[in-house]
């Protein structure tokens, strides 16, 4: 299990990048899944060749599928980035500047311009980055909210569980609401950071430390132990089964709409 999920939410773009949640746990979270791929690396070994742009397609979602399952299984070891599209038909419409925008997108992992193409129609762009860490464009935000309660859930069931007897039962998790991390848009717009690595279970209680931390921070982990980056604590009641958000100022309350 990962030890902290990190995230930080750039609204104007609705890029998001995040550390601790992989391809697999983003395709299970979505709700529009992709029906089509086109891969973002020209030299990819994966996918079919696709004249007009020169760059390897998955067309139909079982293909899709079959492409998630095999990340699943480490099956495919290249950098996973790609733009999801909808009709086929429309990659034949993509002009010269539209496909050098595209093949700019896939090396530098940056936008030119809108991250959604309207002739691609597409809801996502998908960038693997070194070390756990992703940027993912999302047409709906909501969706990523989705997948971050999903893998949070995951994760204070795993911490709950740890330590309990191969023959004590699991003890259940309700799902984090997601209105509930929604509430947080403001400082994921700072970068932060949920420790589960400096969590603590007590009287019932799972309290997760967050902490507000920059980019430029992910990798010092003695902010972890800095209270000055403490900004909140995410809160799970293992009694009545009920999440809640400690925030440590008052003034933050105001900060996280």
Do not use: C
Request: glycine letters at 4%.
């Amino acid at each position: 299990m990962p030890k902290m999920v990190y995230v930080h939410i750039d609204t104007t773009s609705n890029a998001v990048l995040s550390r601790g949640i992989n391809p697999v746990s983003f395709y299970q979270g979505i709700v529009h899944q992709p029906k089509n791929l086109l891969l973002l690396d020209p030299s990819s070994d994966y996918g079919e060749y696709e004249s007009h742009t020169g760059m390897k397609i998955l067309k139909g979602e079982e293909a899709v599928k079959q492409y998630f399952e095999a990340l699943a299984r480490h099956r495919i070891t290249e950098t996973v980035k790609w733009i999801d599209f909808t009709d086929p038909a429309m990659l034949k419409e993509l002009t010269p500047l539209e496909i050098s925008e595209l093949l700019y997108f896939g090396h530098m992992k940056t936008q030119l311009h809108s991250p959604f193409f309207y002739k691609l129609q597409n809801n996502f762009v998908y960038f693997d980055l070194q070390d756990d860490l992703s940027r993912v464009y999302y047409r709906y935000l909501d969706e990523y909210y989705r997948i971050l309660a999903d893998k949070l859930t995951y994760m204070v069931l795993e911490k709950i569980n740890d330590r309990k007897s191969f023959f004590r039962k699991s003890a259940p998790v309700d799902k984090l609401k997601v209105s509930l991390l929604q509430e947080m848009k403001g400082i994921f717009q700072e970068g932060i950071i949920f420790s589960f690595e400096t969590a603590t279970n007590e009287n019932g209680q799972l309290s997760i430390p967050i902490y507000l931390v920059a980019d430029a921070g992910l990798r010092k982990t003695n902010l972890l132990q800095d209270d000055e980056y403490l900004v909140a604590h995410l809160i799970y009641n293992q009694t009545n089964r009920q999440w809640r958000l400690d925030y440590t100022e008052k003034d933050l309350l105001f900060f996280s709409n």
